[in-house]
């Protein structure tokens, strides 16, 4: 190009003219000018950074995305911004052109499409964009420490919420609620609710229908008392930091049909304002993480897992998205993991379900009992959900009113710690505890008992206490009765070994195990068990003497005695005193 083409383009460019095509855009609106530069793409990307983070309209969720209207779910989700749609993105924003010369030698502005690979170099400028963050979408008023209940919609800088047909709550949440008020809130809550069949509340006949329904002039039961909580969880949950997520279960086979997806629809519909899409687990783990690091990109308010059947749950993922902000998670259809913060209540509902490992903690549990054979063939005289959709408003304005009264009397006294949730514990936990209902945290203990692994590695401690006591022992000279309680396929030594290796300082049933490393190039490793009042003697086997027998009166808990498969076989190994012992290796 020669000097005086570049002059004239200067010279357009400082008198604010186009040259060449006329503009297309509609009269009365001006788009701003995106300049292509093939030969310089770092200064193309970055003008089209500054152009979309000036236009609003997308946001940033780990990568960046755009709220799109979800028809079925009622309301907005956030939308993956992929290559070609920001192609398109970036035209409804701004117009792209290049000059281009003629052969007369002037300087043309002519039109241009935004190549591809800019915008797989803007997708992929990390930490750049200038977009504000986007950590959910909510339905439900913003909330405050000090009791302050914010029902503005639109998106929020300080909570990076994008909020959606929040509902006006004036008058409805006295500005300094009595206990009075609280009271009268939670039996508003009990009575819309008592027609489900909470497992433990106690029932009282309706003579008409034949149907039993919670008797709220007693105390509330733990099941019911855990919904409650779960209730106000979903309704603060936008707010808060972290929350534990909702256990709804009933009897294997005969829970079908209990009111554990109505229960958790009735839940998201007063805290939301629409009902939750269901999502099933899949056939494999791995189908199952996919599902849910799906759903949590979406930022929807709610990730329900339903029918989780005959299930001992775990998923690292969800552990890790309950009790982590930001937690990672993989974008779906790419090999890419970005942080995210994820704000939704997690509902899992099945019948037989449990949660397994670090999930028992991590969850509020209801059980439900219907009582019956058939569940399904009950009859009822109203519609509970079209009575929640009606009365949301009001069921709202309940709850947030307990909520209130407890954020203004923080004295209330506190229930049994829960780790991770010592914010969730004051605003939702203890204002219900001070109003009668028990503690949700009480079922951590049961959930953890429930836990299949958890139980084969307490029958495996005990099984280990009672043959070798505190000894270490080498993985070797295990006696099959012992191996077989963790290797019940037979799997071999290096399944038992790797095992050991992960259950290394665990605690369970009054133990603790503890693994030596092995001594030189020929030792091998070996495990040993201490009582947990003995831990720091024990710890590495550093008070082992390895040539003395197991002490008689060795202090610490007596386990009871496991299964005997072999009774006589195993009392003779015991006392036959020409049965090898442990020796020490060199």
């Not at 956030?78 to 300087?107: N, Y």
């Not at 259950?503 to 369970?508: N, Q």
Request: proline residues 7%; neutral net charge; charged residues 25%.
């Amino acid at each position: 190009m020669t000097g005086a083409a570049v002059n004239r383009i200067a010279a357009a460019i400082d008198s604010a003219t186009e040259i060449g095509d006329p503009v297309t855009e509609p009269v009365g609106v001006r788009k701003p000018r995106l300049l292509i530069e093939h030969c310089d793409p770092d200064r193309t990307v970055a003008a089209l950074r500054d152009i979309l983070s000036s236009a609003g309209g997308l946001y940033d969720r780990g990568v960046p995305v755009r709220l799109a209207t979800d028809q079925l779910q009622g309301g907005a989700v956030a939308q993956v911004i992929t290559p070609d749609s920001l192609v398109r993105i970036a035209h409804a924003t701004c117009r792209p052109f290049v000059w281009k010369e003629q052969r007369d030698g002037t300087i043309m502005e002519k039109n241009a499409r935004l190549p591809r690979s800019l915008a797989v170099m803007y997708l992929d400028w990390r930490g750049e964009w200038h977009l504000p963050p986007l950590n959910g979408i909510a339905s439900a008023p913003v909330l405050a420490a000090d009791g302050a209940i914010h029902c503005a919609e639109g998106y929020d800088h300080a909570s990076g919420l994008w909020r959606e047909n929040v509902p006006a709550l004036a008058g409805l949440v006295p500005d300094r609620p009595t206990r009075g008020d609280a009271i009268a809130a939670l039996r508003l809550i009990r009575e819309s609710f008592k027609t489900f069949c909470f497992a433990d509340a106690r029932t009282v006949r309706d003579e008409a229908t034949g149907i039993e329904f919670v008797d709220t002039s007693m105390p509330p039961g733990q099941d019911e008392s855990g919904f409650i909580a779960a209730l106000l969880t979903a309704v603060c949950r936008p707010s808060l930091h972290l929350a534990p997520a909702i256990l709804i279960h009933a009897a294997p086979m005969s829970g079908a049909g209990a009111g554990k997806g109505l229960l958790a629809r009735c839940i998201s519909i007063i805290a939301f304002g629409r009902e939750p899409h269901a999502v099933t687990s899949g056939s494999t783990a791995e189908e199952l993480e996919k599902r849910i690091s799906a759903e949590l990109m979406e930022g929807s308010p709610v990730l329900f897992l339903d029918n989780l059947n005959n299930k001992a749950f775990k998923s690292d993922l969800l552990a890790s998205a309950i009790t982590e902000r930001p937690a990672r998670v993989r974008v779906l259809g790419r090999s890419q993991m970005v942080q995210l913060n994820a704000s939704a209540l997690v509902i899992l509902t099945g019948n037989g379900l449990s949660v397994s490992e670090d999930l028992a903690r991590r969850f509020i549990a209801i059980e439900l009992d219907p009582k019956t054979e058939d569940p399904e063939s009950r009859t009822f005289r109203t519609d509970i959900r079209a009575d929640v959709t009606k009365h949301r408003v009001e069921l709202l304005g309940a709850l947030l009113t307990i909520w209130r009264w407890g954020r203004m009397n923080e004295d209330l006294g506190a229930g049994k710690p829960l780790g991770s949730f010592e914010q969730w514990c004051r605003w939702v936990r203890d204002p219900l505890l001070a109003l009668g209902c028990q503690d949700p945290v009480d079922r951590v203990k049961e959930a953890k008992a429930r836990d299949g692994r958890r139980q084969a590695v307490s029958e495996f401690f005990v099984a280990w206490w009672y043959r070798y006591q505190d000894r270490p022992v080498p993985i070797r000279d295990l006696d099959d009765e012992v191996r077989r309680i963790i290797d019940p396929q037979g799997r071999g030594r290096q399944f038992v070994s790797s095992l050991l290796e992960k259950l290394d300082g665990t605690r369970m049933s009054g133990f603790i195990l503890t693994r030596q490393p092995a001594a030189g190039k020929w030792g091998v490793a070996t495990y040993a068990l201490a009582t947990t009042d003995e831990q720091q003697t024990h710890r590495d086997h550093g008070g082992h003497r390895m040539d003395e027998a197991p002490r008689a009166d060795a202090e610490g808990p007596m386990p009871p005695m496991p299964p005997m498969p072999s009774g006589a076989r195993e009392e003779t190994a015991l006392h036959d005193p020409g049965r090898p012992q442990w020796k020490a290796r060199v």
